[in-house]
């Protein structure tokens, strides 16, 4: 593996030109690419460990380390995350930003639908998901898990509102592992443990698991009782993004 990820560098590195990663030219050049001095400097290390690196030595790279690498390399966001696969780190995420159209694809869909962020931020969502969920989508605060623990209408609304809520906060914990010492996750987490008791017993629980599908049951104070099949996707342009689907179960 070591041996792919200093072929893999040092072909990216011999790619890129010396005007896009910001050098400036003085006198003739043998190569067209970066130099090994030339990346170690953009990346703030010393040239023996891009050597060392590219000979596929047993040297390990931080994360940070991988992020200044490929914003030197100027890796897409498919070339960054195969980096950080074979350096055997954590898939790095997108940055937010990229894609936006998709955010408007979620309003053609003929079931209610929503994105999330990576704190759970509904970031963009359709009429139908707006009607299911009174007292969340309309207002102001659009953190999903503030609904659940901190609204009346959320307990009124989702059957079986603790048994669901517990499981959020475990899908949560999942969902931001890799960031859980983040400010933005350990803010929000100290707000949540504050507003709510519920909230500060689960997550204290330490449970974690996968965000999964099934069915999800709501007694809606105009439609009456309703069940949905949830589907969660993540859209391969907009990986800082979740987007959760609910789709109609059939009639008994």
Not at 29 to 53: K, M, N
Not at 134 to 148: C, H, P, Q
Request: some cysteine; aromatic content about 8%.
């Amino acid at each position: 593996m070591n041996q792919d990820l200093g072929h893999f560098i040092r072909k990216h590195r011999e790619r890129i030109s010396p005007i896009d990663a910001g050098i400036r030219l003085t006198g003739r050049r043998r190569t067209p690419g970066l130099r090994r001095e030339e990346l170690a400097q953009l990346c703030d290390v010393s040239p023996t460990w891009i050597t060392w690196l590219e000979q596929g030595r047993n040297v390990s790279a931080s994360k940070s380390m991988l992020e200044r690498l490929s914003a030197a390399l100027k890796l897409s966001p498919a070339e960054r995350r195969y980096l950080f696969a074979l350096s055997g780190k954590t898939e790095v995420e997108d940055a937010p930003g990229g894609d936006d159209a998709i955010l408007e694809s979620v309003k053609f869909m003929d079931c209610p639908a929503y994105f999330l962020d990576r704190l759970w931020n509904a970031v963009s969502w359709n009429e139908k998901a707006e009607a299911l969920f009174e007292g969340w989508l309309k207002g102001t605060e659009r953190n999903l898990l503030k609904f659940v623990f901190t609204s009346a209408a959320a307990r009124n609304l989702i059957s079986d509102w603790r048994e669901r809520a517990r499981r959020l906060v475990a899908e949560f914990r999942s969902d931001c592992g890799p960031r859980a010492e983040d400010s933005d996750v350990s803010n929000l987490v100290s707000e949540l443990s504050d507003l709510s008791p519920e909230f500060l017993e689960f997550w204290e629980a330490q449970d974690v698991t996968e965000r999964e599908g099934g069915i999800r049951e709501f007694d809606h104070p105009v439609l009456g009782k309703i069940s949905y099949r949830q589907v969660t996707f993540l859209p391969a342009t907009r990986r800082d993004l979740k987007l959760v689907v609910l789709l109609t179960t059939p009639s008994p």
